[in-house]
């Protein structure tokens, strides 16, 4: 059975983080892919655990040799998915992108069979306390991203799939179940 290149989406706060933690946890058949960054390390993050955090020299010289198979600019940073990691994984994992919405759609470009998901949060008022409760981050940082989860939201028309991050557990079964389906496996 031919494993599957997922892509994971959702605005800044949805709780990504910890529905893949869940996900990954929940399955060894799933792998994860590990991009690269030229922001800088935030508490408690790992180098090549969290992202690969390399320069910005680094990333565009990758950007020359067609390294990534997708990459964005935001936040005045770059991000990028390393392409030899992931179709190296895909050889024996589905594997998990968890990207923006654009390199969401320029992987689904490059490779159709992609199966594009976005976490929605249970209602935008949580989204926004969510936000508004992460102590690391400026007044203004938060409103960029308000800013940018709303424009993520609006494409959601262009996924495969939506699921609401209402309650944990109940959200990562959701995810399990719909993979499953998709590989064509009886639940
Ligand atoms: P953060 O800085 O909060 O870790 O991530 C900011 C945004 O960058 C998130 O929306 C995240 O999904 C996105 N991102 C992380 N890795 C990649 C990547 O490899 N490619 C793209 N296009 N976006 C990414």
Do not use: W
Request: with cysteine; charged share 30%; hydrophobic share 35%.
């Amino acid at each position: 059975m031919k494993n599957l290149l997922i892509v994971l989406s959702g605005p800044s706060g949805v709780g990504k983080g910890t529905v893949l933690k869940k996900l990954l946890s929940s399955s060894d058949g799933y792998a994860l892919s590990v991009s690269c960054t030229t922001r800088k390390m935030r508490e408690g993050e790992v180098d090549g655990k969290s992202y690969f955090f390399i320069s910005k020299e680094q990333f565009l010289k990758t950007v020359e040799e067609n390294g990534f198979l997708e990459y964005s600019n935001h936040f005045e940073n770059y991000y990028g998915t390393p392409r030899k990691f992931v179709e190296k994984q895909l050889e024996t994992h589905d594997v998990i992108l968890e990207i923006d919405v654009n390199g969401a759609l320029q992987v689904k470009k490059s490779y159709p069979e992609a199966i594009l998901i976005m976490l929605l949060p249970p209602s935008q008022e949580a989204l926004r306390n969510r936000l508004k409760g992460r102590a690391t981050e400026s007044e203004d940082e938060i409103d960029r991203r308000i800013k940018r989860a709303e424009y993520e939201l609006s494409k959601q028309e262009l996924y495969d799939y939506s699921v609401v991050n209402d309650d944990l557990e109940a959200c990562v079964k959701r995810l399990n179940n719909l993979i499953k389906e998709l590989k064509g496996v009886n639940i």
